[in-house]
């Protein structure tokens, strides 16, 4: 676990992260499908984000390419656990929060890279 941190501020980022990376998954699965593809990622990338694309949609710039805002309202997420989470925690250096959620991902595959490199 991510020491010196808060369990809920542990928390709050990953919900963040998993919504950030959920947008920035339907941003990417746009770049090869259309957005009525029937692919089941596709399908739950759609679904999961739609609530949030039309609450982002007031401050949605309009000249934004359909298939750009779901990155345009993950930038959104990115900034907040980026510079607000550290703030509400009451660090005086932004980043020290920086990202629990990537880290352990970062984790986990050097653990497993390991293991694979040294035959098991």
Same mark, same amino acid.
């Given at each position: 676990m991510v020491t010196g941190v808060p369990l809920y501020a542990v928390v709050i980022d990953y919900l963040? +992260? /998993? $919504? /950030? !990376?959920?947008l920035i998954g339907r941003f990417g699965m746009r770049l090869f499908l259309p957005e009525d593809s029937q692919f089941f990622f596709n399908r739950f990338f759609v679904k999961a984000t739609d609530p949030l694309i039309r609450l982002f949609k007031p401050i949605t710039p309009g000249f934004l390419v359909d298939a750009v805002v779901p990155l345009y309202v993950a930038w959104f997420f990115f900034m907040a656990r980026f510079y607000v989470m550290p !703030? @509400? @925690?009451?660090?005086? $250096?932004m +980043? /020290? @929060?920086s990202f629990p959620l990537e880290g352990q991902a970062a984790q986990g595959l050097y653990w497993i890279a390991n293991k694979l490199l040294s035959g098991g």
């Open positions: 963040l +992260g /998993m $919504v /950030m !990376w959920t !703030w @509400l @925690l009451g660090y005086s $250096v +980043g /020290m @929060l």
